[in-house]
């Protein structure tokens, strides 16, 4: 996996046509994500922080600004980026070995590499024991997890999440994000993740920004510096986190 990715986020700005109105969804974000770096965007609902990921993902191509994967300008789809979404979007008729195998479909890897890395990624996400299974018989932090070795199987450049914990139970939860933790330090690749949850953020990223909503702008980008065995108790932590919340709220 590569370590040296770095995604730009130039002066970009959205605007969506809805019945004749121009709506204003996100003006004048700018921010990098360094290579390898973990980073969070936190925004109220409707402040176009899945929308920012749809034009990185290069599903729509219509805005101003740069969006500068590696110096390159995106412009279009492509297998360095790949993107987990809240639901797991799992085929149900297909097992978790060959739905992680879709992760693979743009690949000319021949069919023996091919099995072998599906196996290497449901290892990595620790679902081995359960290729057969289909994802009706997995708990929903099973199904999140398929469908992130999905999302990594064809070392993507970047890792794309948005609200991926977001559907999951507190206790399922605080255990994918230390299983994040493990999975972006054993792959060193470089992690956009959005969520609403701010304690969330402040657990995982080296830096946070903040969004605003009605235009969708940047409040406040605060860098996380905690080494990464965090304490959610701790002092220092909950001081990051009030920074984030007072950029929130303000
Ligand atoms: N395809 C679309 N056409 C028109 N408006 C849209 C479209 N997609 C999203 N929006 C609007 O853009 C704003 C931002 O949406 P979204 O990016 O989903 O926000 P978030 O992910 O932060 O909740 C919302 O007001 C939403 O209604
Ligand atoms: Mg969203």
């Not at 003006?27 to 360094?34: M, P, Y």
């Not at 990594?152 to 948005?162: A, F, H, M, Q, Y």
């Not at 969520?195 to 969708?216: C, F, Q």
């Not at 108790?233 to 990051?240: M, S, V, W």
């Amino acid at each position: 996996m590569l370590a040296e990715t770095s995604l730009d986020i130039r002066t970009v700005s959205k605007t969506y046509q809805v019945n004749d109105q121009a709506l204003d969804v996100l003006r004048n974000i700018d921010f990098t994500v360094e290579p390898g770096e973990f980073v969070s965007i936190v925004g109220a609902s409707g402040c176009g922080k899945s929308t920012l990921l749809r034009l990185i993902i290069g599903l729509d191509t219509e805005y101003h600004g740069d969006i500068l994967l590696d110096g390159r300008r995106i412009d279009g789809p492509g297998a360095d980026r790949s993107i987990v979404f809240q639901e797991h979007r799992l085929f149900p008729w297909l097992t978790v070995e060959q739905n992680v195998a879709l992760g693979l479909d743009a690949s000319d890897a021949p069919v023996a590499i091919r099995g072998q890395s599906v196996a290497e990624h449901i290892d990595l996400v620790r679902l081995a024991g359960f290729e057969k299974a289909y994802p009706h018989q997995l708990s929903g932090g099973m199904a999140q997890r398929a469908a992130i070795a999905r999302a990594l199987v064809n070392r993507p450049k970047i890792l794309l999440l948005d609200e991926p914990l977001g559907a999951l139970d507190s206790l399922t939860r605080a255990y994918l994000q230390d299983e994040l933790l493990r999975i972006w330090r054993q792959q060193s690749v470089t992690v956009l993740m959005v969520t609403h949850d701010v304690e969330e953020a402040v657990y995982l990223s080296d830096k946070i920004v903040v969004m605003e909503p009605r235009p969708g702008r940047i409040a406040g980008i605060v860098p996380i510096d905690l080494d990464h065995q965090r304490e959610r108790a701790a002092a220092g932590f909950i001081a990051h986190k009030e920074r984030v919340l007072h950029l929130l709220n303000h």
